[in-house]
């Protein structure tokens, strides 16, 4: 698996991979009727670098990240990053060597530390996951999330330094 900056030739399997997340509404709070055009505008924004993990020898894209500044002027050493992978290549490595390369990545970059958001509690591998990069929750934000099958869930705030 390499990973690499996304291209717009690309813009097909990243859509082919973060529709089915946006769609289940599960994991990123983001409108579940967004449209292809939306989606693609909001994972490939100029105010972020956004990556994919390629099958290189199978010509599959198996995910995708992106990684920008958490916030704007004194906020702007701390990074944020998105993470959606392949339904068909879940289980596989593919979420924790993107989540490897994101750090990596943000510490070349200058970043001192990357803060995750709205990380939602019911999403548990990606809690573990982000757990076994040394990422800690400094908050739970009760009820912040309106899951589709188990209604209000908590979000969690995690962050680690670079």
């Known amino acids: 698996m ?3 900056r996304a291209h717009a030739r690309d813009e097909d399997a990243v859509w082919a ?7 289940a509404g599960e994991t990123y709070a983001l409108d579940r009727d967004m449209s292809r ?3 693609l505008a909001y994972w490939l924004s100029a105010d972020r670098e956004t990556f994919v993990a390629a099958d290189e020898d199978a010509g599959l894209i198996l995910g995708t990240y992106y990684l920008r500044a958490n916030q704007q002027g004194g906020g702007r050493h701390v990074a944020n990053a998105g993470y959606a992978t392949a339904p068909d290549a879940a289980g596989r490595g593919v979420a924790r060597a993107m989540c490897a390369h994101s750090i ?3 510490r070349a970059q200058g970043f001192r530390a990357m803060q995750f958001n709205f990380v939602i509690a019911t999403n548990a591998r990606a809690v573990r996951l982000w757990e076994s990069f040394g990422f800690e929750t400094l908050c739970r934000l009760p009820a912040a999330f309106a899951h589709p099958t ?4 908590d979000a969690l705030v995690m962050f680690r330094r670079l």
């Open 17 to 23: 991979i973060i529709e089915p997340h946006i769609r």
């Open 150 to 153: 188990q209604g209000m869930v």
């Open 104 to 106: 990596d990545h943000a």
């Open 2 to 4: 390499k990973i690499r």
């Open 37 to 39: 055009a939306d989606a």
